[in-house]
């Protein structure tokens, strides 16, 4: 059993625990991830490591509220623990050698590119960040990107903070000013990384993105979080998630994901009653 020693809320739908895991924190790398089962019964959930220390023996993960899965991992508080937290998995994010680095998140995926600009940052390298969320309202993590980027750009898409546009159009506008960059990563939305990579291939600048499809038991076995990259099948539990994006076909991806959106609906749903019936 896995104890959660802090839990807090980051804006309306997005929280994160820190979780009480010391094998996982000794080998935990930035772009590695973990899968969890808050109770017995509870499904398989996937999320990349937001963020880890090793002397502590934490790991921390953020996760969105959306459907069934992370709903009822949001019963839990402080001093709960979580049934199963397996990891570190995947290939860790290759930064070193890295020089100067554009790191772009969009959401809830600046969680995941988070631990990734701040290992750039303490190996040495210039980070700038580009951070887009819908409003001013779902901001994460702005106080720790401040600390680990040389510059950092915050978008919103309505303008209600910093500045208004998607992130494409402030990467762009870095892009412009002159900077060299050795690499883009990112992290977010598959739309919003398909764009983001259409962008830097005009410029030709190498480009990393995170992919997070479905997956079940992390090993590769299942096949569920198959992908195409430069038309071969690759597998992001194993051979990710991170991949040259200017390879991922995101279409196919994007229509994979939405697979099971009407399960994941029903879900929801009897997770709501469920719990509106604990209350009562």
Do not use: W
């Amino acid at each position: 059993m896995y104890k959660i020693v802090k839990k807090e809320r980051l804006n309306p739908t997005v929280a994160k625990m820190v979780v009480e895991a010391p094998l996982i924190a000794k080998k935990a790398e930035p772009g590695q991830f973990i899968i969890f089962r808050a109770k017995e019964n509870s499904e398989r959930i996937p999320l990349t490591i937001a963020d880890f220390d090793r002397e502590a023996g934490t790991v921390a993960i953020i996760y969105q509220i959306v459907g069934a899965g992370t709903m009822e991992l949001d019963t839990l508080e402080e001093g709960d623990c979580l049934h199963d937290f397996v990891g570190p998995l995947g290939v860790p994010s290759r930064v070193e050698g890295l020089k100067k680095v554009a790191v772009v998140g969009g959401g809830v995926g600046c969680a995941i590119a988070y631990p990734v600009a701040k290992k750039l940052h303490e190996l040495g390298a210039e980070v700038h960040t580009v951070a887009g969320f819908r409003n001013q309202d779902l901001v994460i993590l702005e106080d720790e990107f401040r600390a680990v980027s040389d510059r950092l750009c915050m978008m919103t898409d309505d303008g209600s903070y910093g500045e208004k546009g998607v992130v494409t159009k402030a990467l762009e506008q870095l892009i412009e000013e002159g900077n060299q960059y050795d690499e883009v990563i990112a992290i977010g939305p598959l739309i919003m990384m398909k764009f983001v990579c259409a962008l830097t291939k005009q410029y030709g600048i190498k480009t990393t993105v995170s992919m997070n499809p479905i997956m079940i038991d992390g090993t590769g076995m299942c096949g569920g979080c198959r992908l195409t990259v430069g038309g071969e099948t690759r597998f992001a539990c194993v051979d990710g998630p991170d991949f040259d994006g200017h390879l991922v076909d995101f279409d196919e991806a994007m229509r994979r994901g939405a697979t099971y959106r009407d399960f994941e609906q029903h879900a929801r749903e009897a997770e709501c009653n469920l719990l509106k019936k604990e209350v009562q």
